[in-house]
């Protein structure tokens, strides 16, 4: 069983659609990680969550501590935000990775 | 400078061949990462350095050397590398987990 549990694996959606991509963890973190990697590779950092919510433009991104679960959310999706989204859980010396979600938005 | 820049963006060499990948930030960050991610797979972490010095590798085959030469910079050097070694090698730095990560934009590397 992976340590970071992600769902759903392929998402479709239209231009516009509300997006969620949920995150499941099992081990003890000091913060956890949303991250964008399009095609060709770079990876960016969206957020790093330790409690609450954090909000950047049309992404929102929560965590519950307790369930050890975590969401990140796309307002008006655009075809710009297909990409993988990776959810990381950081220990305090080293990343787990989910599978990511691979997010195709059609115009 | 905000960036960890990876060189080169594209690296095909031959198994007998021996070639270097380099990793340079400018941020005082103290930790820097090399990990090693497969088609549609996350990433895996092969080495961590912390104030230059190694101190996490993870079982990584010796045919991969890391080195770090000064805090702005990581190298990662290959030797008799094998065809399934094929992968994009991302870098990535630190400060420390209350500022996050920074990812270069990798290396994708092709041995044939």
């Known amino acids: 069983k992976n340590e970071v549990e992600q769902s759903p694996q392929n998402l479709t959606a239209q231009e516009g659609e509300f997006i969620t991509i949920n995150c499941s963890y099992s081990?003890?973190?000091?913060?956890l990680h949303w991250l964008q990697q399009h095609p060709g590779g770079g990876i960016v950092s969206l957020f790093m969550l330790s409690s609450g919510k954090k909000k950047h433009g049309r992404l929102i991104a929560t965590i519950n501590i307790q369930e050890k679960h975590s969401s990140l959310h796309i307002t008006a999706s655009h075809p710009r935000d297909s990409a993988v989204y990776i959810c990381?859980?950081?220990?305090?010396?080293?990343?787990?990775f989910g599978t990511g979600t691979s997010l195709t938005v059609i115009p | 400078d905000t960036e960890v820049t990876q060189t080169p963006k594209h690296l095909v060499m031959g198994m007998t061949n021996k070639k270097s990948l380099k990793c340079e930030q400018h941020m005082g960050h103290r930790a820097m990462y090399w990990y090693k991610q497969k088609a549609k797979k996350p990433p895996e972490l092969m080495f961590v350095?912390?104030?230059?010095?190694?101190?996490i590798n993870e079982s990584v085959p010796s045919r991969f050397s890391p080195e770090c030469p000064n805090s702005s910079l990581l190298n990662l050097h290959l030797h008799a590398l094998q065809p399934e070694d094929s992968a994009l090698y991302l870098c990535a730095s630190s400060q420390d987990w209350t500022y996050g990560y920074t990812f270069g934009s990798g290396t994708r590397l092709t041995v044939v």
């Open positions: 081990v003890g973190i000091s913060a």
């Open positions: 990381a859980a950081y220990t305090g010396n080293q990343f787990y």
């Open positions: 350095y912390s104030y230059e010095k190694l101190s």
